[in-house]
C-alpha cells in the first residue's frame, strides 16, 4: 500500500488485471508501481487508485427498456442489471455498454443476486427461479420455488441462499439454488419482505413493509422478529464489515447497528433526505445511498455523518452497487444508469496504461471571474499551474469536460485550455451555462518529460461553476 492525499490505495501489482480481455487493442504494459503518491500524481498514473468512490456521476444514458431497480456485480467488470421485465441487461466493460439477455423465465424478473465463482440467480414475478453458471450470459429455467413473486435473493456464502416472497414465506436453497426447502411463513400479517443484507459469520437481516427487522444466526435457518426498528418501510440495507450496518426507511431515516444487527440506533433524516431506495457500501467506510429526489448522500466514516451531493439523478434513485476499485453505478426509475469512476473509460483503455489517460479536476466551486488552473486528479482549482508530466511520446487528443453545476446564466463561459510547458495549445473547450462539453477535434504532440496542464477562464463575477472533471488522451 502507498498513501495518496494520506489515503492508503493499493499498488498496481496488488490489483487484479484481465488481460485476456480486449482493452481496445492498447498494449498491456506494465508501468510499475509508483514510489509516492507524488510520482504516481506527476506520471498520470492516479486513476488506478479509483480516489473518487462515488462523489462524482456520469450519466450514461437511457440504459433500461424500464425502471433500473438492481444490480449484481459479479466480478471482472461484469455486470447483471434488472430493469422489472423478462430480460436482465448485462454488462462487461463496467457498465459502460449493455446488451439484452433472455433468462428464460416467462414472467418479469423481480429479485436478482451474485453467488460468486459465475454463478448467478433470478427470481419471477410468478416465483419462478433461473440459475446461469458463465457470469450471467446463459441461463437455466429451474422452476417454481413458490407459486408467488419472489422478492430478494440473497447469497449468505458457500452455495447457501435465502429466497423472500409476497406469500410472507422465506425459502432457502443450500445447493446454489438447484433445491429449495420452504421455511415457512416468517412475517407476520400482511406484511412481506423488503430489504436484505448478509452480515457474515451466518448472521443475515431482512426488513418487511412495516418497519420490523428479522435476523438470522444460522445462515437463515432460523429467524427472530427484533420488532419495529422503522415506523414505516425498510428498503435499504448494507453490511460495512466490522459488525457495522445501516438501514434506511421511507421517512429518509438512517438506522446504524455496530453489533452485526442486533440493536440499532435511529441517526434521524438526513440533510433533508426522503424515500431511501437502496445503500451501497464502497469500502474504506464510504457509504452511499440514495432517494426518491434523486439525491445522492455520502459518508466516509462508517455512516456516522453525511453530505449531500445534490441531484445526481432526474428521478428516484433505486438500484446501487459497487464494483470494486472506487467504481459505482446507480440506477433510476427514468432508465438511466450512472457511474462513478473519476471519468476514467474502463472499456477503451488498458488499466494498466495509465499515462494513456490524464485526469484533472476540481472538487467545489470554480473561481469566478478569474484565471485559475485545474489540479491533477481532485481537489480545489489552483491559482498556480499544477502540470502533469508525461512519460513517453505521443498525442494529446480528446478533451472532454463535465461539471455538476453549471455557471448560471446565458453567455456567463468557462473556458478550458490544454497547456503543454505553460504554453496554451488548440485544444479548448468553452462551456456557456453548460455542464459538459469536448474537444475531439485539436490535437497536440509532445514529446516525454512535456509537462501538461489545463488552465481555467471564467468570464463573471456570478459563475456558480462547480464540481470539475477533466479528462485528456494521451494516445
Known sequence: MILINGVEKPKLSDLNIDVSKDWGAHKIENLGTPDSGDDALSRGLVDIYSIDYGLKWQDLGVIGGGFVWRFAYLGNGIILLQEGSI???RSTDYGLTWTNILVGLPNSISGIADLSNGIALVGDVAGRIARSMDYGYTWTNLGAVTGNQIFDILHLGNGIVIA???DRHIYRSTD????WADLGAVFVGPNIALGHAYLSNGIAIVSDDNGHVFRST???LNWDDLGAVATGELNAMAYLGNG???????AGHVF?????????ADLGTILGSDWINDIAYLGNGVVIFGCDNGHIYRSADYGVTWADLGAISGGSVLGLAYLDNGIALMGDHVRHVYRSTSAFQLSNSNPNQFDAQLQFGCLGAITPNDTSYLAPSNGAT????????????????NLFIKQRVASGGAGWTDIYTVRVNGVNKSITCTLDNATEGSDVTNEELVAAGDQVSIRLVSNNVGDTSADVVASLELV
Open 164 to 166: 423472500t416472497s409476497d
Open 382 to 397: 489552483q491559482v498556480n499551474e499544477i502540470r502533469v508530466r508525461v512519460t513517453r511520446p505521443g498525442v494529446l487528443k
Open 176 to 179: 446454489y439454488g438447484l433445491n
Open 256 to 264: 446504524r447497528s455496530t453489533d452485526f444487527g442486533a440493536t440499532w
Open 218 to 220: 444460522d445462515y437463515g
Open 87 to 89: 430480460l436482465l441487461k
Open 244 to 250: 457495522i450496518a445501516l438501514l434506511g426507511d421511507e
